[in-house]
């Protein structure tokens, strides 16, 4: 019995040895199937990278991609992404607003179906890739001086920009007629983006000192200016801006030339008259009416000024973004650290920007 129990023992165990090998293999062979299939995933994950990134390839099947996987076209230090996905999608909203209007009736074009009319949408491109960078970071700017918004704030001025545009029935139609969003959309792209830049610029108006500065410094042109002295003499001691030397002379203007929150108050004087200090949005001016004199049916009027600047927003903006960490991962792209704006890597690009810019007239793609 004792020999025949491990006689037993030895032929259970002989069975069993290949069992163990054949689960053995099975789970080699599924860990190598799944290793492989991992291998296979990163292999065309670098190929659509490089597609993407390296060529710029854009087609039906990477759009789709792009969509699942949220590719960057832009970051702010490192860590807020502007998606690629997001970029097509307002591109394409944008397309579709300028070719579901009718701009014959005004003599402009839009034809993004010629060669030219593709380098144009490109330029619409890099400007939405511009604004979308500008947004995210006034929204970080924001979120850093303690700027939050809610869900009622949002519906707060939903409801503001729908009374702006119509009654709200009429907004979600002409929504999706001309750009193809929804409410939801109009919340994401313009409603909560206005919100932040406004709040900031309210905040920024509030602590900017350069007001004071500004008007202290317009205040003394004026006490000058009582004294009888000359107003030449006084805007090279007091102005800034590049007619200073000049003795504030800006020459010939019509109304709507001149800046619309003092255009009025300055078509109002007189020839030979000055006027009191009058504040615009950049900064504070005192004007001279040289001559006036109507020409093809318009008024205009020669003017000189005394200029004071206060500190712009935009300058406020611009000297934020610089502290920050601004990359581009798109290849026709480059950011300009120094101006603070997207620029394109081709020359071809560059100087069909600037000469599509020069010669804008009758291009709606560039005057809108």
Request: net charge neutral; charged share 35%; glycine share 6%.
């Amino acid at each position: 019995m004792k020999n025949g129990g491990i006689i037993f023992s030895s032929i259970n165990m002989k069975k069993n040895k290949p069992e163990k090998n054949k689960k053995g293999n099975r789970e080699v062979k599924n860990s190598t199937i799944a290793y492989a299939a991992l291998i296979a995933i990163a292999v065309i994950f670098v190929a659509i990278n490089i597609l993407i990134y390296g060529f710029g390839l854009e087609n039906n099947a990477t759009k789709k991609i792009e969509k699942i996987f949220p590719f960057p076209a832009a970051s702010i230090n490192g860590l807020n992404f502007i998606s690629i996905n997001r970029l097509n999608e307002d591109l394409s909203s944008v397309r579709k607003f300028y070719e579901s209007q009718d701009f014959s009736k005004v003599d402009l074009r839009v034809d993004f179906s010629t060669e030219s009319g593709q380098k144009r949408l490109k330029i619409k491109e890099k400007e939405i890739l511009s604004r979308l960078i500008e947004d995210r970071a006034v929204e970080i700017i924001a979120k850093k001086k303690g700027i939050e918004i809610s869900a009622e704030t949002v519906q707060q001025n939903l409801a503001r920009k729908m009374e702006e545009y119509g009654s709200g029935e009429d907004l979600t139609g002409n929504l999706d007629r001309l750009y193809g969003w929804t409410i939801r959309d109009f919340e994401d792209k313009i409603v909560k983006p206005d919100f932040y830049s406004q709040e900031l610029e309210k905040l920024f108006d509030s602590e900017n000192s350069s007001i004071q500065e500004a008007k202290a410094q317009i205040e003394k042109a004026k006490a000058d200016l009582d004294k009888k002295k000359d107003f030449g003499e006084v805007a090279k001691a007091y102005s800034k801006g590049y007619t200073a030397q000049e003795g504030g002379e800006l020459g010939w203007f019509k109304k709507d030339q001149l800046i619309s929150d003092i255009s009025e108050k300055i078509f109002s004087l007189e020839k030979g008259k000055k006027s009191d200090i009058l504040e615009s949005s950049l900064g504070f001016h005192i004007v001279e009416v040289e001559d006036k004199k109507t020409e093809n049916g318009e008024d205009l009027i020669r003017i000189r000024q005394i200029f004071s600047p206060k500190k712009l927003f935009s300058e406020f903006l611009a000297e934020e973004m610089e502290k920050m960490k601004i990359s581009v991962f798109l290849k026709d792209y480059s950011w300009n650290k120094e101006g603070m704006n997207l620029k394109f890597k081709n020359e071809d690009m560059k100087n069909f920007e600037k000469e599509l810019i020069e010669n804008s007239q009758g291009d709606a793609s560039i005057l809108f």
